[in-house]
């Protein structure tokens, strides 16, 4: 889930509140355990499959009765004179509609109709599904439940017309491998993510993660990590997440609250803003809907989504906010320690505990492995006085007892010098 740097600006993040009806009347202490990785797992570099290009018609099946074929003439010939057109209908949807009974290619109606979606926004795409004469409709639905490719943008309509039992059966047949269609795959997840609470408050993400894949701005590519948002604002997913709609869904939305950041004004170059944001978006979303025990994800990127899931129904942004703070500390500076962008990865580190010195509420979230975590963040990328004084600061309101615990381990595996070792103790006082 790690973003590139872009220009410094306003950051879209979620309000610091917690549903109520998630939480609990007095939260649990997160379990000990060792910290999970993120979900950016590295797999083999293969060959991209991408969701951008011009779509390509394939051959209509041959088995549409003959009644329904009868059905879509007549409903052509309706569309023509403009009888199964809504008043309210907006003008561009009225013209596409005009366009489908003009194309030369017109035994091809899936093609016709994605290609006139091509050209609507996701808000037209829906509406013009939606006043799709009934045969055309029908040939739609018949061809594409055969299996037939789809558009992003007419994938994104059908499902966003379907009730929720409709929808929950969709993604099942995505899980179970049923649907192959990648343009589908996505279109499910993303609509998974926009009914949540999440998605009914941040409508505008919402409507930006259907336009980035209406415009082909969304891939499957492996190597990327599961989920990972480009200096541009596209998006990168794995294959490997298409059978776990809710685990997409999820991660989706995380990326997708980065490119609308970068679409707006620029990422945040504090990591510590922009990977709030992020992990906020996915942790609500994959709290509300997703499996704890998803068996279509890989175990590191089903940890990662359970760890932010759990720390929010308990602790909420706080508890997001304390492990996000050890991950991307961790994952900087072991970059920082292979000397991959040392003066990047350092910016990381310190922006981290600078940030979290300032929030008292994520340092009482912390637990012996975040505090672990940036022990030895800072361990990697320097160690003076002065930086495990200002490591003390980060976690001052930490449970004394998970502070005297990582302590005990730090010092076990010798991970500081006597002299380093004796400054931290001091500084986790």
């Known amino acids: 889930m790690s973003v590139g740097k872009t220009q410094a600006a306003p950051v879209r993040t979620q309000a610091k509140t917690v549903d109520k009806t998630a939480t609990p009347s007095k939260p649990a202490a997160p379990a000990a355990k060792p910290l999970p990785k993120s979900s950016s797992f590295s797999v083999p570099t293969k060959k991209p499959l991408s969701m951008t290009g ?17 059905d879509v003439a007549k409903a052509r010939t309706a569309a023509a004179a403009g ?10 949807v009225k013209m596409a509609l005009k366009a489908l009974t003009m194309s030369p290619n017109r035994n091809d109606v899936v093609f016709n109709v994605g290609e006139q979606m091509s050209k609507l926004s996701p808000a037209q795409q829906k509406e013009l599904y939606l006043n799709l004469p009934k045969g055309v409709k029908a040939q739609v639905d018949f061809e594409l439940t055969g299996g037939k490719p789809a558009s992003p943008g007419l994938s994104l309509a059908r499902v966003g017309t379907m009730s929720d039992a409709k929808l929950a059966e969709t993604a099942a047949l995505v899980r179970g491998g049923v649907i192959e269609d990648i343009g ?23 409507e930006h993660q259907k336009q980035m894949l209406t415009d082909g701005k969304v891939n499957f590519k492996e190597g990327r990590g599961a989920a990972r948002t480009n200096p541009d604002g596209t998006i990168d997913l794995d294959p490997s997440i298409a059978k776990s709609p809710e685990g997409m869904a999820a991660l989706l939305a995380h990326e ?43 175990k590191d ?19 997001v906010q304390a492990r996000m703070s050890a ?26 505990i600078t940030h979290l010195q300032a929030d008292p509420g994520a340092q009482k979230a912390m637990n ?32 004394p007892a ?24 001091d500084a986790l006082k």
């Open 301 to 319: 990127a089903l940890d990662g989504l359970n760890d932010y899931a759990q720390n929010f129904k308990t602790k909420g942004e706080d508890g």
């Open 256 to 298: 997708a609250t980065h490119s609308y950041n970068a679409a707006n004004g620029g990422m945040s170059e504090s990591v510590y803003e922009e990977e709030t944001a992020g992990n906020m978006a996915s942790a609500r979303v994959f709290s509300e809907i997703g499996d704890p025990q998803d068996s279509a994800l890989s």
């Open 83 to 92: 009888s199964t057109v809504a008043a309210s209908v907006s003008s561009e």
């Open 368 to 399: 012996k492995d975040y505090i672990y975590e940036l022990a030895k963040a800072v361990g990697r990328t320097g160690v003076s006085e002065e930086r495990i004084k200002e490591l003390g600061v980060a976690v001052k309101n930490a449970p």
């Open 327 to 352: 991950e991307y500390a961790s994952e900087a500076s072991k970059a920082f320690d292979a000397g991959s962008q040392k003066k990047g990865n350092l910016a990381k580190v310190n922006d981290v």
């Open 184 to 206: 589908l795959q996505a279109a499910v997840a993303t609509e998974l993510a926009a009914r949540t609470q999440w998605g009914k408050e941040n409508p505008d993400i919402v």
């Open 54 to 70: 011009k779509y390509k018609a394939a051959k209509p099946p041959d088995a549409a009765p003959a009644a329904l074929k009868a």
């Open 402 to 425: 998970e502070k005297a615990l990582a302590l005990v381990r730090l010092t076990m595996e010798k991970a500081f010098d006597p002299d380093g070792l004796k400054a931290l103790a």
